[in-house]
């Protein structure tokens, strides 16, 4: 519990409209998307970089724990204060739209803007922001940057950490730090932006954001193929990579997934498919569209594809979308606790990575309906239980070990966008050795020798 005469020096510093303690700003600070709960001692709503900067030096003098949080929208617990301390909301006041420098192509930005409306900004003025995560219409450019966020259009054109050029960030000793630059070289010293990147909160917190634009794609077009195997699927999807064609997105949804979504919307959906994937290409000429559909389709059918349509209008491409955009609400429709993970493993592992999660679920009597970015190799699986029965929540988190361990296995990863934070802490030794995890404390007490910013997450 912090000391009242704490709580009075820091509304000295922000000003006392801008730090709450009542009981209902510690409920509505206390959850993310996990639905796990820690309360604060108190909420600070910084007004600019200096009031980060004194905030943090006063933290850090008298040891207080800091969690810097911007939408709360992440999966893993990444901005949930479990030491108690301040969290440092950056939603108030840091949320503006610096700049759009159209010559260079670049925007400049503080951490509490919104995705989406740094998308529409830009694409007002011909430019593109491509970073799409599935929360983007209230997830903040700060808490994308501070997890490395991806999105349905990292197939073709990266992921967060790709469009970052340069950081301003407060370390917890107060000292504003300056990483990287709106150049498009740039070798000089230690590559501190990018270690800032994915970092969630734990090193530093991102006071300003300069990032990439690239020029807006004048046409676009969506195709759904209907597989009857889940593994016939994934063939097709790194077989469509390697074909001389890189599609804006390439999305599946499994045979569960795909009954889940019809059970509740009633779509039409082939529920007896073994999965659908659905893609988007774009381009600049109607030639460009033809051919990359035209390879696609052609592959699809060389890999099984039962059924392939075309979208002809925005309409009809926002119906083809429906499903893999309500997949995740639709699958409670198995049970009320959905452990959800992002592993990712290589594209070509696609196929035997499917097959060894239906062996789990077969293994531990679950449903593990999957959907997710096959573009990139990025996989949601969807380890469903009665969250009332605790038997029934520990099966499922033996069932979640086994699927980290054969991701780590297939040369894959624990998280391909959601972050460690808190709920993978545990698994990290699943996937580095002692030898690396020493490393990353090493990092950590280099930045945050005091242990205040965001304690605990990534088993730091």
Request: hydrophobic letters at 40%; glycine letters at 8%; a negative charge.
């Amino acid at each position: 519990m912090i000391e009242a005469k704490h709580l009075a020096a820091l509304a000295q510093i922000v000003g006392s409209d801008n730090l709450k303690s009542d009981k209902a700003h510690m409920i509505a600070y206390s959850y993310d998307a996990t639905k796990e709960r820690y309360e604060p001692d108190a909420v600070v709503f910084p007004r600019h970089e200096e009031d980060v900067s004194a905030v943090l030096r006063y933290c850090n003098e008298h040891r207080i724990a800091v969690v810097p949080r911007g939408a709360g929208s992440g999966f893993t617990g990444g901005a949930l204060p479990t030491s108690g301390g301040i969290v440092l909301a950056v939603e108030k006041h840091m949320n503006k739209i610096l700049e759009i420098d159209e010559r260079n192509m670049v925007a400049v930005v503080q951490p509490g803007v919104i995705n989406m409306d740094l998308q529409k900004a830009v694409e007002a003025k011909g430019l593109f922001y491509p970073p799409d995560p599935a929360s983007q219409e209230y997830s903040t450019i700060g808490g994308n940057v501070s997890e490395n966020a991806g999105g349905m259009r990292a197939a073709k054109y990266g992921i967060t950490r790709d469009y970052v050029m340069a950081i301003r960030a407060v370390r917890p000793n107060g000292d504003i730090i300056r990483a990287g630059k709106r150049t498009i070289k740039d070798v000089a010293g230690y590559n501190i932006a990018g270690i800032l990147v994915a970092s969630e909160g734990t090193l530093a917190v991102i006071t300003e954001i300069t990032l990439k634009l690239i020029a807006k794609p004048k046409r676009k077009q969506t195709a759904m193929g209907v597989f009857p195997t889940v593994e016939s699927a994934m063939e097709a999807v790194y077989k469509t990579m390697a074909g001389g064609v890189t599609p804006v997105a390439m999305e599946f949804l499994d045979n569960l997934t795909i009954r889940a979504v019809e059970e509740k919307f009633h779509k039409g959906l082939p529920v007896d498919a073994g999965a659908i994937l659905i893609t988007d290409v774009d381009g600049n000429l109607p030639e460009e569209i033809d051919y990359q559909m035209g390879v696609i389709e052609r592959i699809f059918e060389e890999n099984g594809c039962i059924d392939f349509k075309k979208a002809q209008n925005d309409a009809e491409a926002a119906d083809l979308w429906f499903a893999r955009r309500n997949a995740s609400q639709s699958i409670t429709i198995y049970g009320s606790k959905k452990l959800n993970e992002d592993i990712t493993v290589p594209r070509s592992e696609l196929p035997a990575l499917l097959k060894r999660i239906n062996e789990v679920a077969e293994k531990y009597g679950v449903k593990i309906p999957c959907f997710g970015h096959t573009g990139d190799g990025n996989v949601h699986t969807n380890v469903m239980v009665d969250g009332a029965d605790p038997k029934q929540l520990e099966i499922g988190h033996k069932a979640i070990e086994e699927i980290f361990k054969i991701t780590v296995e297939m040369g894959g990863t624990l998280s391909g966008e959601h972050g460690i934070g808190l709920s993978k802490a545990p698994f990290m030794h699943l996937a580095f050795s002692e030898e690396e995890l020493r490393l990353f404390r090493d990092i950590k007490r280099a930045f945050d020798p005091n242990n205040i910013l965001n304690p605990g997450k990534m088993a730091l």
